[in-house]
């Protein structure tokens, strides 16, 4: 058997196996492109067109707002009816495998749940939930998604119009045209009847919650390694448990298509798209004989 880094990784999931102790998985946009949502700071992330919504032009802009929830409105679709891929089947077998322990994601689609995945820590939050800036209260988004279409009858069907220029964002977030976007009409919090909505994630320049972070940090005391997946870890959020892991001496993999802001630290880097790579190794761990003591969960030749 040939040493390179795709044999290294495997040997890291056998014995995080045999051990009984997963590895963090640590899992990013690239791990979403192949259900149609694509990843706009990878590969082919040059062509998101706009800046993503920022924390305070939510917040003082109600303009904004009314642009973030009309493209918003739009690009729910396309994420509710998203599927998981083989990357996130791979995921949830490796976890019921025991190779891989709690999963810390950035996504915000939902896609690890509805594959089987369980133990998963949604750093960046959730579009599946929406909340009161106001009173607090969480609202389903499906259920906001009725109240949004009952306020604009015949919106979807005019953005459908437009519908070879659209194109959904990791985020929900879809570019409409601003004539368009002018007749939207915003809706508040059905609990107290005045408060701004917010989708229940994290927004650019909006620190992720203090107690997700520390349970992140938690999760990652407790592996042997950390297995970053479909991520260029562009941003600190993710970064960051990065360096914690190298700087504890923690080994730290990452598979990924493309360049890593991680490239330069002493992690295992297997360059390929998670859809293919991670349905190999699922593969071949099985056909690796499960540990029960013995030497075969490590590969003899390294
Ligand atoms: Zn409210």
Not at 31 to 57: L, V
Not at 200 to 228: H, M, S
Not at 283 to 298: F, H, I, K, T, Y
Request: glycine share 10%; proline share 8%; with cysteine.
């Amino acid at each position: 058997m040939p040493a390179g880094p795709v044999e290294d990784l495997l040997a890291l999931l056998a014995s995080a196996r045999a051990q009984g102790r997963g590895v963090l998985a640590l899992t990013g946009a690239g791990m979403s492109t192949a259900s149609g949502i694509p990843d706009y700071r990878g590969p082919t992330g040059s062509q998101r067109k706009g800046s993503p919504m920022r924390y305070a032009e939510f917040l003082h802009d109600p303009e904004g707002r009314r642009r973030y929830w009309a493209r918003s409105y739009v690009g729910w679709w396309q994420i509710a009816t998203a599927r998981p891929n083989p990357a996130h089947a791979a995921v949830a077998d490796l976890q019921r495998a025991g190779a891989v322990g709690a999963l810390v994601t950035q996504n915000v689609d939902g896609l690890h749940q509805a594959a089987g995945s369980q133990r998963v820590l949604e750093l960046h939050g959730t579009l599946a939930r929406v909340v009161c800036l106001d009173c607090g209260a969480v609202v389903p988004r499906d259920q906001l998604d009725r109240r949004l279409r009952a306020a604009n009858p015949g919106f979807a069907e005019a953005a459908e119009g437009v519908a070879d220029q659209l194109r959904v964002n990791p985020d929900g977030d879809v570019d409409l045209p601003e004539d368009l976007v002018a007749g939207f009409v915003v809706v508040a919090c059905p609990v107290c009847e005045v408060g701004v909505l917010k989708p229940d994630v994290v927004y650019f320049g909006e620190p992720v919650p203090k107690d997700r972070v520390e349970r992140a940090y938690d999760l990652l005391e407790l592996a042997p390694a950390l297995l970053v997946l479909g991520s260029s870890l562009t941003v600190m959020s993710g970064y960051r448990f990065v360096r914690a892991a190298v700087r504890r001496g923690q080994p730290v993999a990452v598979v990924t298509d493309g360049a890593t802001r991680a490239d330069g630290d002493p992690v295992l880097k297997v360059a390929a798209p998670v859809q293919e790579l991670l349905p190999q190794l699922v593969r071949r761990l099985e056909a690796q004989p499960s540990d029960d003591g013995g030497l075969a969960a490590v590969p003899a030749q390294r």
